[in-house]
């Protein structure tokens, strides 16, 4: 009995030291590809100085399971725009009468998951990640042309927390929409032509 106690006991502390939140190599491959693909992107023809981020779209039911999730993706991505200092206006709504052209951001999540903490303790690196897939189109707002149109997605290694549970569950939510919107105001930035002198 005493061997058997000691027995899982070592197991346990084995598991705990396991590298559970590095990221699998999958991941690696796909975050590489992610930057690839944001390097590739090409640059708009012309600047834009205001930026429009519409509401994310997202799935009925995907947004009973992940309620904030739109939301934090489309707030994020402002803040990041902002902090570039690249635009003259950021936000989720047009003015009336604006004196620049205007580009919008219109975003779609087609896919989401957050892995539990208690998987990830136990199934280590193996365990599946978090991550939002999202389509992203640029459109001029005077002639509603699609300028560009971007396949994101952004994966997190930190174990989200239990699903079981209310709280925990918004802040892994937070975390890897936060990392989605960010990625938004990446990309964007990315494909803005440089101001002329």
């Avoid at 779209?57 to 489309?74: L, N």
């Avoid at 149109?149 to 239990?162: F, H, M, N």
């Amino acid at each position: 009995m005493l061997y058997t106690k000691i027995g899982f006991g070592l197991l346990l502390a084995l598991a705990l030291t396991l590298p559970g939140c590095a990221p699998r190599q999958e991941d690696s491959v796909r975050l590489a590809a992610q930057e690839k693909n944001l390097r590739l992107s090409q640059v708009l023809a012309q600047n834009y100085r205001i930026i429009v981020v519409e509401p994310v779209a997202i799935p009925v039911e995907m947004a009973k399971q992940y309620p904030q999730t739109a939301r934090s993706c489309q707030s994020n991505a402002i803040i990041a725009l902002k902090a570039s200092k690249m635009f003259v206006m950021v936000d989720h709504t047009a003015p009336g009468e604006p004196a620049s052209p205007v580009l919008l951001v219109r975003s779609k999540i087609t896919d989401m998951r957050l892995t539990s903490k208690i998987s990830r303790l136990w199934a280590g690196s193996t365990a599946a990640s978090s991550y939002i897939n999202m389509d992203v189109q640029l459109v001029d707002a005077s002639s509603r042309e699609v300028l560009q149109e971007k396949q994101l997605s952004t994966i997190s290694a930190v174990p989200a927390a239990s699903p079981t549970s209310s709280g925990p569950v918004k802040s892994g939510e937070k975390d890897i929409s936060e990392a989605m919107g960010a990625l938004v105001a990446e990309y964007v930035t990315a494909v803005m032509p440089a101001k002329k002198p």
